[in-house]
């Protein structure tokens, strides 16, 4: 956090009273660095994680630039467009907006996929201000000729690594095809992948390069825990450690829709409240899983790397990647979302056999080598010859510091005693609430 006021950043009045109204009243490290500029007209780049305040870094300036005179919206049009690659997401930014700009007199709306569209194409026939889309939904309807593009001025890729590894650069290099050359654009993304600089080169105009973490990084607060643990074992691995009155809120994550499913389902037997969110479930459901767990009706909240960025739940406890991800850069995103806006965290991973070469590549992203916790701390599993075979051998040799991860019997169900200053972002209720 900052000692700069959003009024000394140059925040208009109405803009103020919405921030004061919910106790914003200094911003994070990205909004003290982005707004300013993006207030001037310039274009940014965005290098940040989530839960750093990224979403009200634009949000702001879009919606102080778009109110004087409030031109008459254009049938069909949008003066500000805003995509993002999940659902989930885009529901969060435009609820941003609308808490941002209550005092404003904008209209603003979103669209996806996964319900139906007449609902979308009905408030977009008179235009709107504001747009927050999804690249796949949104190029349906531009080809149908239900959404132009022509009179948009400002224009945001939200978390750009996380489309292209959902496969929607092709998509967003047709939708820019139908944008205005002469617009303010902004791009933030975790990570720079080759593909996404290449695609802010082409799309940019003499950014302004804005960083507040480094390229990747795990947040500061989370400790971090591996069991090594035969597949088949790990559903009896994880109600052990749901038995623990400290994992409180948890998010479980799988690689696939179908692994999610069945641990969620396992959960519900075993009288733990869970329910699963993946991309297979209809919006309604996906909604309503998350606004359980937000509300504490559900302990557990099962989920596929689609809901790794794009959740923003206060009081997440721990994260437990019951299964690793193939990509190293997914656990990043999944680990954060505990941790959030300053608060401490635990993260928990079981790994395989089969996924030791996943847990090398993570060790290798983060620099940071997971601590171990030993089989004989999992009282209600018995040992096999495997866990013998595997306590008793040498770390792989691919490993960071020869695969040495820390070792010890600390419990991870336990809040971290230290608490670790995080630099990486802001823990203002603005940090939260984008």
Do not use: W
Request: proline share 6%; glycine share 8%.
């Amino acid at each position: 956090m900052t000692n700069t006021t959003f009024a000394e950043l140059g925040v208009a009045e109405p803009l103020l009273r919405a921030l004061i109204a919910d106790n914003y009243i200094q911003p994070t490290p990205i909004q003290e660095q982005a707004i300013p500029p993006l207030l001037a007209g310039r274009d940014l780049m965005g290098i940040a994680q989530t839960g750093t305040g990224k979403t009200a870094a634009f949000a702001l300036p879009i919606l102080q630039q778009l109110e004087p005179g409030s031109p008459d919206r254009q049938r069909r049009g949008t003066r500000a467009l805003i995509l993002a690659p999940t659902r989930e997401l885009a529901i969060q930014i435009c609820d941003s907006f609308t808490n941002y700009g209550r005092h404003l007199s904008l209209r603003r709306t979103v669209i996806f996929g996964g319900v139906g569209q007449n609902p979308q194409v009905r408030v977009m026939s008179g235009g709107v201000d504001i747009l927050v889309a999804t690249p796949g939904r949104l190029l349906d309807l531009m080809q149908q000729g239900h959404v132009r593009l022509d009179g948009v001025t400002h224009l945001v890729l939200d978390e750009a690594d996380r489309m292209l590894d959902m496969g929607f650069i092709r998509d967003i290099r047709k939708i820019m095809a139908k944008v205005p050359k002469e617009r303010q654009t902004m791009l933030f993304s975790a990570t720079m992948p080759t593909e996404i600089t290449r695609l802010a080169n082409d799309i940019l105009n003499q950014p302004l390069r804005v960083e507040v973490t480094p390229k990747v990084m795990t947040v500061d607060l989370i400790d971090q825990f591996v069991y090594f643990v035969d597949g088949p074992r790990k559903r009896d691995l994880l109600a052990h450690l749901l038995k623990k009155e400290e994992l409180a809120r948890v998010i479980v994550f799988t690689r696939t829709k179908h692994g999610a499913n069945k641990v969620s389902l396992q959960l519900e037997k075993s009288g733990v409240p869970s329910d699963a969110i993946h991309g297979n479930k209809s919006q309604n459901a996906r909604q309503r899983a998350l606004e359980d767990f937000r509300a504490g009706k559900i302990r557990v909240l099962v989920a596929t790397d689609i809901a790794a960025r794009g959740i923003d739940v206060d009081g997440v406890t721990h994260v437990i990647n019951y299964e690793l991800p193939n990509i190293a850069e997914s656990y990043v995103h999944r680990i954060g979302r505990t941790a959030r806006a300053g608060a401490a965290g635990v993260a928990i991973a079981f790994c395989d056999s089969e996924e030791r070469a996943y847990l090398r590549d993570i060790e290798r992203l983060t620099h940071q080598p997971l601590t171990v916790i030993k089989a004989e701390n999992v009282e209600t599993l018995p040992r096999t010859a495997n866990d013998e075979k595997r306590l008793s051998s040498k770390p792989s040799k691919g490993s960071r510091n020869n695969g040495n991860s820390r070792q010890n019997d600390r419990d991870p169900g336990r809040a971290p005693r230290r608490r670790r200053r995080n630099n990486n972002g802001g823990n203002s209720p603005a940090s939260r609430a984008a």
